[in-house]
């Protein structure tokens, strides 16, 4: 591995001095999300492998081009999970991209997001020197913590070598209930159960049935059962994969413009012409439909979010909502500190930087 990480750091310092822009790329599984990706291809899954795993201790670490399948397969054999359940888009996907996307499946509202769970992080920068933020432990996490701010940066900050992970253990019980109900009884309903000792673990509305998934003790999922009611959905793990995976036919048109809309979970429905499913106990939006991208993100910025043009259309609009001047300057400036010369993932959240 010291002979992979001698070429990333040749490989970086050249681009560097060149001025030459590197796409940081593991399994490529999400390649469409962001800006157009652009420059010469720097492929992290030559550095790959679980570094550390103590299941007592609920932490693994493993290098960027680990496949997400090896974490699986390690974690199963202890009864342990990604809480945070992020997508393997074909089981290609990577430790490094799982990170860089920062991208959590339908359990996100109650277990926690990708950033949640990341404890350190080991970062090769521009002029090839290797950082390390964070640790293996909660406690070590102090000042600015960079670990968590990689999450989700696209890349654009640098290579991310290896991460420390938080893990879980699997629920002993799982159950997944279904309501016919509408999108305001949905939201509504959610909100309330929301507030109340319940195991809910995963929620998502459309076409008129509310799905949720209870997670925990056999008690707590049983209790929960008697008082919500539904009726069981019998194939309720192939549901959650599939959302997670965006398998679900909701998602089958992969060219149609398919935005993503962030909002306070108790946020009315939406006045958009088109169809939404909802997740994450109404804080997650996704919408398809014929309305401009102007009236999206005006609806989205009155009740409070933000929108962003997940997948398909016009990228042109600008992926990701135009930020406000003073976090646009912050952005600028962290970009500027960890990449002077402005060669990771060049324009892949926002394009002047």
Known sequence: ?????????????????????????????????????????????????????????LVITARCGTPLSEIDAALAANNQVL?????????VSTVGGMVAAGLSGPGRQWSGSVRDFILGADLMDAQGQVLHFGGQVMKN?????????????????????????????????????????????????LNEWGGQPLPLSASAWV???????LSGAQAAVSAAETKLGGSEL?????????????NHVFFADVDAPLWRISLPSVTQPLALNGAQ???????????????????????????????????GGDKSVGV???LAPAVAKIHRNLKASFDPSGIFNPGRMYSEF
């Open 320 to 322: 990701f909502q135009p």
């Open 277 to 311: 499913l909802i997740e994450w106990g109404g804080a997650q939006r996704w919408y398809r439909g014929d309305d401009g991208v102007a009236a999206i993100r005006a609806a989205a910025t009155a009740a409070g979010g933000h929108a962003s043009l997940y997948r």
């Open 234 to 246: 019998t194939n309720g793990e192939d549901f959650w994969r599939d959302l997670r995976e965006q």
């Open 83 to 91: 809480a945070f359940e992020p997508p393997r888009f074909g089981g």
């Open 1 to 57: 591995m010291e002979q992979t990480l001698q070429a990333f750091k040749e490989h970086i310092v050249a681009a560097t001095s060149g001025g030459a822009p590197l796409q940081i790329r593991g399994g490529g599984t999400k390649d469409w999300y962001g800006q157009e990706p652009r420059g010469e291809v720097l492929d992290t899954r030559p550095y790959s492998g679980i570094i550390d795993y103590e299941p007592t201790e």
């Open 141 to 189: 996490v102090a000042g600015y913590d960079v670990s968590r701010l990689l999450t989700g940066s696209l890349g654009t900050l640098g290579l991310i070598l290896q991460a420390s992970i938080k893990v879980l253990p699997q629920a002993f019980a799982t159950s997944t209930r279904v309501f016919e109900v509408d999108q305001a009884n949905a939201i509504r309903l």
């Open 207 to 213: 076409n008129g049935v509310l799905t949720i998934r």
